[in-house]
């Protein structure tokens, strides 16, 4: 059964960077599309980036378009979601996901989920 491990969050400064990590207990290319999902405190959950299994689609949620960069490392297992000029709205718990649906508009139907990793962005 494919699992979801996040680290990377943490506490960083408005207009800093973090990148995310997410170790996948099996991974293998073309089978499994990816996201990351954010919940805001008070929030619901909403995706903010996917890659298609081929990765032939990518989307980004509008507010991350041009500072966050998702990407993976089949060798390694590996998912990561790469944050720059981060703003205190960005704030909140980051979900790596897998095994479901990726086009440019959007991601749905994920059924593997992490734990979250939390993300502060505060001054």
């Known amino acids: 059964q494919l699992q979801l491990v996040e680290s990377g969050g943490g506490l960083v400064q408005p207009g800093g960077s973090l990148t995310l990590s997410c170790a996948t207990s099996?991974?293998?290319?073309?089978?499994?599309?990816i996201g990351w999902y954010h919940q805001a405190p008070g929030e619901a959950r909403e995706g903010v980036s996917c890659?298609?299994?081929?990765?032939?689609?990518?989307y980004y949620a509008y507010y991350v378009k041009g500072r966050f960069e998702i990407s993976r490392d089949n060798a390694k297992k590996m998912i990561y979601l790469r944050m720059t000029r981060l703003k205190p709205e960005d704030t909140g718990v980051y979900y790596c996901v897998a095994d479901g649906t990726c086009t440019s508009l959007g991601l749905s139907g994920y059924g593997t989920w992490g734990q979250g990793t939390q993300v502060t962005v505060s001054s």
């Open positions: 890659l298609s299994s081929d990765d032939s689609s990518e």
């Open positions: 099996e991974f293998t290319y073309d089978n499994y599309a």
